[in-house]
């Protein structure tokens, strides 16, 4: 069988080391390989390139599979496409294949801003793009797509957080906080020691249960969402879907995405100042929460999207909560598509 | 210092024997006894009672607090009330108390029906109580209030569930499993056979981080509300408010009421029939939702709400999620109030 982290599972996609990444919390990775998918092909004058960065334990593989296609507005025929999968997600530079001293519980801290400095550099120096005509990411993704709109605010001409924030919010930092302490006070964990995560399989069977709750929503629930997607009860869902889902993953991997997730936020290049940093941006921006959205719900969506110049709300209506980014509900992806082939379509 | 389940903690209230409870699941508890708080005085015709049961984690002590005084609706000027603390509590009959073989983890399954027939047996046996004015609680409260109505519709003739469910839905049956994993996977736990809650304090900062993330709500953090009860931050508040708040509790009895509460299912009166069920109630029903309670949302309450014949809806406004119950917002707890006086005053 191979490995869970491999071509096999997650791929294509390439190995492209970026050199030296000096970290905002001082830490410093010597050779810095980004995971990268790309789709469709670089047009002559630059101007088509789509950036998709990547959510928690999620590759560039079902960002592939569920948003791009010649049916998507994300059209490979169109444009040229880039997935880099984030830091520390298993694929890119991570806890378990960084190697050497700085593997496992030693991997430094990494920030939102790492990541888009990291995927800065990919896109000058590899590829040449210093436009974008779009970053789109849900949830982390969506962190990473506002930092980018913050940070390089004219080579961002468009913008489309999909169900996730600029500024993680308190509630947030405390779902995360449950996510990681469910691993770290499973024994077995050993401070980030273990074996495998077979050793780790009670906490993240605990992180999974606690997925399944927020991750989904209520209305989920109610109305059979589970039986609709093949499990004839929750029980069953829980077992054959959200636990198998993530007991592959590295629990030190899973623990840097957290740690990096609960940080998100745009105001640290304002002093805290929300609304200067959300200033900044000149990308047209389409703010997509997911309705039911239990952690990144609407109202903390609608309250940036307010301070965001040249944006739109533009809520996606579904019931299956934060996780319908997994594209469980065919009509939210569509949703996505009309929003995204719209936002295209404005001039830059 | 004076042991947590203890008059001078919770009193005073009055232990009260009602005899041999045989239980719906096949066990029996030889000598049931009931710990029951009254305020005010029945009156000649014994019309005046209120019935008050308590929720998961908690006693008569709160109810007393929070919903009865003269300047409430349940006023002990007018009104009988009497508080029946919930088997399994900690100061009625419960796992840490019981004593003998069916002590601990052998304490026998309760449900939700169990406790409404043994404060029937109390009501009418030793007050002599055969019609009550109101039955009114909240969350776990809630469950046993539709219970008393759907199982006692010639007696109960006002009805008023705060912030619960008749039929408990698939996902509050999913976080509660969260809740009692959080605890039961704590190695201290020892299949319930620790020495003290302190052996399993792992495991109740588990359990009261989730009861954070999905008790309260993410306006209620987006609000600063936290900071408003006095808080300097969301950790300041689990570290201050909500951990300490589990800490002395018995795992044992936590885990007693969460299995009730997973199960608390009024359609078991009718063979899973939910609609002929809640249709036997003859009470004026008035639901009331907690606006933003992420695990009895408002959503799942009106889908009950619709099939009960002489009820209304009244959602309750608040940013305070579930736990609003604890009276945190004064607001909250006038509108029920004003709800309350208003199905109080509807003719019988």
Known sequence: MASYYSQEVHGPYHMINIGRLELAEGGVIENCELAVATRGTL?????????????????????????????????????????????????STSPHNIGGTLGGPNFP????????????????????????????????????????????PDMVKRAAPLAGTACNTEHDFLFTETLEEGITTDPGFRDGRYGTAVDVAVGLRRHAEMWTVMGWSTEFFRLNRHQAL??????????????????????????????????????????????????????????????????????DCLAEQALIPNSAFRPITTVDGHLGLFGTDADAIAQVDLNLRELLALPA
């Open 109 to 152: 801290k990494v920030r939102i801003s790492d990541d888009v400095r990291a995927q800065h550099r990919l896109l000058t120096e590899f590829f040449g793009i210093t436009s974008l005509a779009l970053v789109v990411g849900g949830s982390m993704g969506a962190q990473q797509t506002y930092e980018w709109a913050v940070r390089y």
């Open 230 to 299: 093949g499990f004839a009860s929750a029980d069953a869902f829980v077992e054959g879907f959200m636990v198998p889902y993530f007991a592959p993953m590295d629990p030190n991997n899973l623990l840097a995405m957290a740690w990096k997730w609960q940080r998100g936020d745009v105001s640290l290049h304002t002093g805290g100042d929300k609304a200067a940093a959300l200033g900044r941006i000149k990308a047209k921006v389409f703010v997509m929460p997911f309705s039911t959205d239990m952690f990144f719900p609407p109202s």
């Open 43 to 91: 047009n002559a004058d630059k101007s088509n390139a789509i950036l998709i960065p990547t959510w928690y334990s999620g590759t560039s593989k079902i960002m592939e599979q569920v948003y791009v296609g010649p049916d998507h507005a994300l059209d490979p025929s169109k444009y040229f496409i880039v997935i880099v999968n984030q830091i520390g997600n298993g694929l």
